[in-house]
């Protein structure tokens, strides 16, 4: 039962880890054209264009960090899934391709690889970090038309509750997938 289980587990989170990995760079990409064609929508003028839905800057944080928080949930559930069926196995299942093939995870066989992995994941936290600053910071207050201070002001609170809400479960992902490493190795 844990060979079965533990054979689809990784293709499970290998998919949940590479929407992240895509969500975050197209953030990344969208973030860069705008810094490149003078920050017409971090300064509030121009909605983006973002998976086909138009997004004001101020409901971007909001979004992400929702978002964020629910990748974060699911990684944590399937790393427990992980653990828990890697748990009696022999070392190193070659067979299993889904581990084989999640090209950037915490199992690759280069550690540049494994550090772009973490990378990923501590990356997604400094962006909820710096859009909740910015939101309580004031600098970059919101179009009176769109919302009001106040909203935007507890749009940065809620980030960082989130914020700090997500981190334990972040250590328990980097817990649980280092458990899997060490069982597959044979330590």
Do not use: Q
Not at 102 to 125: T, Y
């Amino acid at each position: 039962m844990n060979s079965n289980l533990f054979e689809a587990a990784p293709a499970r989170a290998a998919k949940t880890w590479k929407a992240y990995i895509s969500a975050l760079c197209i953030l990344h990409l969208t973030l860069l054209i705008d810094s490149l064609s003078g920050f017409s929508f971090l300064s509030g003028n121009e909605p983006i264009s973002l998976g086909g839905f138009k997004v004001v800057r101020e409901a971007l944080s909001l979004t992400y960090g929702i978002l964020f928080t629910l990748f974060i949930v699911t990684a944590f559930l399937e790393s427990g899934v992980l653990k828990r069926s890697s748990v009696g196995l022999s070392p190193t299942p070659s067979g299993n391709s889904a581990v084989d093939l999640w090209f950037i995870s915490p199992f690759s066989a280069s550690r540049f690889l494994r550090g772009l992995f973490w990378f990923f994941l501590v990356d997604g936290f400094l962006f909820l970090a710096a859009f909740s600053l910015i939101h309580l910071d004031g600098r970059w207050p919101p179009n009176p038309d769109r919302m009001s201070a106040k909203i935007y002001t507890l749009i940065g609170r809620v980030d960082f509750i989130l914020f700090v809400t997500c981190l334990p479960f972040a250590y328990l992902i980097y817990r649980n997938l280092r458990r899997v490493r060490t069982v597959m190795a044979g330590k």
